[in-house]
T-cell receptor
Framework: QKEVEQNSGPLSVPEGAIASLNCTYSDRGSQSFFWYRQYSGKSPELIMSIYSNGDKEDGRFTAQLNKASQYVSLLIRDSQPSDSATYLCAVNLNQAGTALIFGKGTTLSVSS | DAGVIQSPRHEVTEMGQEVTLRCKPISGHNSLFWYRQTMMRGLELLIYFNNNVPIDDSGMPEDRFSAKMPNASFSTLKIQPSEPRDSAVYFC???????????FGPGTRLLVL
């Protein structure tokens, strides 16, 4: 059973702070990792992907991957109220024809 | 470019009725996914297709659920008969060949009374 685990939250941070979202996965064969953001009542949208160990930065977002620990995280610097959403972690075995497995998501609330 | 299109956006029906959800993937994408999202269970994969062929339907809850993809631009998810526990948001997503990113449609919010 392939699983992706996230703390459901809510994670509350003040505006301007760093928000840290964490995810663990069970299948060591997982090769591709994604963070989706989902606003209330909307569909998930991709914000970051990461494929190799280390950090990947995109604007205020940094994804971190540690395959040995089967751990992936998302850091949001200078958090804004508009970042308030549910963040879904997803993994893919990166084999032809496979689908993403999603965690249940962490709800982030940024207060102004 | 048009994204993934789903219809209807909202559906309210009574227990026992047949429900058909529709999806048009992004043009040129060859993989299509149906997901169900609830508060309790999160986002669950129901079934996915590659090149119109069902690859994995292990997530389909039971025989009341069926999905088809008669061509590259259209897919349906049918529930017959529907039950109150089927109430959820149903998302369709598509992906281009050789690509990793899935693009989600706006979802269909289903309420079975």
């Amino acid at each position: 059973q392939k699983e992706v685990e996230q703390n459901s939250g809510p994670l509350s941070v003040p505006e301007g702070a760093i928000a840290s979202l964490n995810c663990t996965y069970s299948d060591r064969g997982s090769q591709s990792f994604f963070w989706y953001r989902q606003y209330s009542g909307k569909s998930p949208e991709l914000i970051m992907s990461i494929y190799s160990n280390g950090d990947k930065e995109d604007g205020r977002f940094t994804a971190q991957l540690n395959k040995a620990s089967q751990y992936v995280s998302l850091l949001i610097r200078d958090s804004q109220p508009s970042d308030s959403a549910t963040y879904l972690c997803a993994v893919n075995l990166n084999q032809a024809g496979t689908a993403l497995i999603f965690g249940k998501g962490t709800t982030l609330s940024v207060s102004s | 470019d048009a994204g993934v299109i789903q219809s209807p956006r909202h559906e309210v029906t009574e227990m026992g009725q047949e429900v058909t959800l529709r999806c048009k993937p992004i043009s040129g994408h060859n993989s299509l996914f149906w997901y169900r999202q609830t508060m309790m269970r999160g986002l669950e994969l129901l079934i996915y297709f590659n090149n119109n062929v069902p690859i994995d339907d292990s997530g389909m809850p039971e025989d009341r659920f069926s999905a088809k993809m008669p061509n590259a631009s259209f897919s349906t998810l049918k529930i017959q008969p529907s039950e109150p526990r089927d109430s959820a948001v149903y998302f369709c997503a598509s992906r281009g060949q050789g690509r990793e990113t899935q693009y989600f449609g706006p979802g269909t919010r289903l309420l079975v009374l």
